[in-house]
């Protein structure tokens, strides 16, 4: 065999043992290097290549794809600074727990640190942000050789969505010649996966003893003021389901951020899922309340910094549950890390419930459900007296249709769905990059989800993130993704204001708020989108319910003055605190 016909039988295997392994998707940015992997992925009838120009872009897309499915959708690339561009979305893929496998390729070892173009040193480029990392040894597709490449593939899924889950680094030198053999009838030969992978993972869950279950146990059924924090979701997010039969049974309230899975659903009929605790857990309101005596805690530490401070605040046991057994909650007030996995956990924990026992007390569960009737009237009452952003987001929730894939960018769109995204029945997957929080990738991750469902895909972004990634914007047309583009305009960085450099004026203008003055209608018609300017909510609402019933991407502008916002924001909340403090 010649270098070819290596490299060809080499990414052959690759391939097949990912898709063997259930990869029915990738992501490829263009280049040469690459060649070998593009081909075998372009001919396996069994991987849906989705084509991207840009890698950071490309990566965000695989992260959203991942994110909206939990599995993995690898991502190909040429050598040099194409591997570089992969990084932020692998930094927010591992705090996330999103997984991923990355295929780099790269030049062969004896052109590295030799000034040959297009290569860097992409040893073990992502740091420790990775599960797993592998240089792979040069094509030599014979015996042992090619049987450690299948096993490495295989090995790099269950290292991805293994516990936790997060990217995989697979570094993949290629030597030339990169094309097909010659001779061979490229544009004919079709490739699928193998009937079986390699080699199968079985991956177990961490599990509880029985006499840690007992005392956990013993500690909810003797709780008259306990609550469940949902937060973000993750790789270990416990159905919805479970988790209101864990509440009924033991009557307890659930504070659900808007990310975790639980605020949304057919559930929230029954279950006492609390979403408005971000307007009412200010110690003006809560102060004159018991503190609760037990906090069962799930997932990524909450969105809501009112509600992280009351939880500060509280003199009880505070049980975090996580089977990764890490530690996600920056407060330091948690007095239990239980490493298990939370759904199996709760379900066990209602098994062993003493017959008969009585649940909570209803005082403490009533208190929580007046102040959550209460404050959604109050919101109701002063959305139509004022203008501010959070009212986009209070509709977008709304007027979703069910189901529906919803993304919102970070910043304020997303502490605005906390505050103002009032829980409802609708099957809505509301997702965002609270890994690490950036406003990077934004469009690209939100498209990649949107890709993974047949549900409507609804884009709430910020008029800086919507700038930050407008490359992305090609996979609408390219990638085939159909979705409604909010864009929250307010000329700049508006959560500046929440901060106290406001007052420092200059240089609080020009260096933290940023006003860019764009106009972003260009944008769309750059890329074949619709697109149109909304001033006030009666406009927004009618522009967004003609989009969700229209083919084709909308882009919706809403206008914003950044600082009026910000204080009807904060006029709101005094209003409401005072309302419920009474």
């Known amino acids: 065999m010649d270098t070819a016909e290596h490299n060809e039988a080499w990414a052959d295997a690759i391939v097949g043992e990912l898709a063997a392994g259930g990869v029915n998707a990738v992501c490829i940015a263009p280049g040469s290097r690459s060649t070998p992997l593009t081909m075998a992925f372009a001919r396996n009838e069994d991987v849906r290549v989705y084509s991207h120009l840009d890698e950071r872009s490309a990566a965000f897309f695989a992260l959203g ?6 599995t993995v959708t690898p991502l190909v690339c040429t050598s040099g600074t194409a591997a570089a561009n992969f990084h932020p979305a692998v930094i927010e893929a591992s705090q996330a727990r999103i997984p991923l496998v990355l295929l780099t390729a790269d030049r062969p070892p004896e052109l590295r640190e030799s000034g040959a173009n297009q290569t860097i040193d992409q040893e073990k480029l992502y740091g420790d942000a990775v599960r797993w990392y592998q240089d792979l040894p040069e094509p030599r597709a014979e015996g042992r050789t090619l049987r450690s490449v299948r096993t490495t593939a295989a090995r790099a899924l269950a290292a991805a969505t293994g516990t936790p889950s997060g990217p995989v680094h697979l570094n993949v030198p290629f030597s030339k010649r990169l094309e097909p053999p010659e001779g061979t009838d490229h544009v004919e030969r079709r490739t699928s996966a193998p009937e079986h992978p390699h080699v199968r993972t079985t991956a177990g869950t961490p599990a509880l003893d029985d006499d840690g279950l007992r005392d956990i146990a013993r500690t909810v059924e003797r709780a008259d003021r306990g609550l469940v924090v949902a937060g973000p979701a993750d790789d ?8 209101a039969e864990f509440a009924d049974e033991f009557g307890l309230p659930v504070l659900a951020d808007p990310l975790s899975g639980v605020r949304y659903g057919p559930h929230v009929a029954d279950a006492p899922v609390v979403g408005g605790y971000d307007g009412f857990v200010d110690e003006r309101v809560t102060g004159s309340w018991p503190d609760p005596d037990l906090v069962v805690r799930f997932g990524a530490s909450p969105t809501s910094k009112p509600l992280r401070k009351y939880l500060a605040r509280a003199d009880c046991r505070q049980l975090l549950i996580d089977p990764a057994g890490e530690w996600r909650e920056a407060e330091f007030t948690a007095t239990d890390l239980v490493v298990a996995d939370p759904e199996p956990t709760l379900s066990r924990l209602i098994d062993a419930a003493a017959a008969g026992h009585s649940a909570g007390g209803s005082e403490w569960r009533e208190r929580f459900a007046d102040a959550e009737r209460r404050y959604w009237d109050r919101i109701a009452d002063e959305r139509g007296e004022q203008s501010f952003e959070g009212d986009v987001l209070a509709t977008v929730v709304e007027d979703a249709p069910d189901p529906a894939t919803v993304f919102v960018s970070n910043s304020m769109p997303v502490r605005d769905l906390d505050r103002f995204g009032r829980p409802r029945t609708a099957d809505l997957t509301v997702l965002a990059n609270r890994g690490a929080s950036g406003i990077d990738g934004v469009t690209s991750t939100a498209l990649g989800a949107g890709s993974a469902a047949d549900d409507p895909l609804v884009l709430v972004t910020g008029d800086i993130a919507y700038y930050h990634d407008m490359n992305g914007l090609l996979a609408v047309g390219r990638c085939g993704v159909d979705a409604t583009i909010v864009v929250i305009d307010n000329d700049g960085g508006g959560i500046f204001h929440k901060l106290p450099v406001e007052e420092f004026d200059p240089p609080f203008t020009e260096q933290f708020k940023t006003p860019h003055g ?22 927004f609402r009618d522009a967004y319910n003609a989009s969700l019933d229209s083919d084709g991407t909308q882009v919706l502008a809403v206008e914003f003055d950044a600082e009026e916002s910000h204080r009807n924001r904060d006029a709101l909340r005094d209003a409401v605190v005072e309302s419920l403090s009474r």
């Open 236 to 243: 270990a997010t416990p159905d919805p389901t479970v988790v």
């Open 65 to 70: 794809r991942a994110k909206r499915t939990g």
């Open 518 to 539: 764009l106009d972003f209608e260009p944008s769309a018609d750059l890329y074949g989108l619709e697109f149109s300017r909304v001033s006030d909510r009666d406009a």
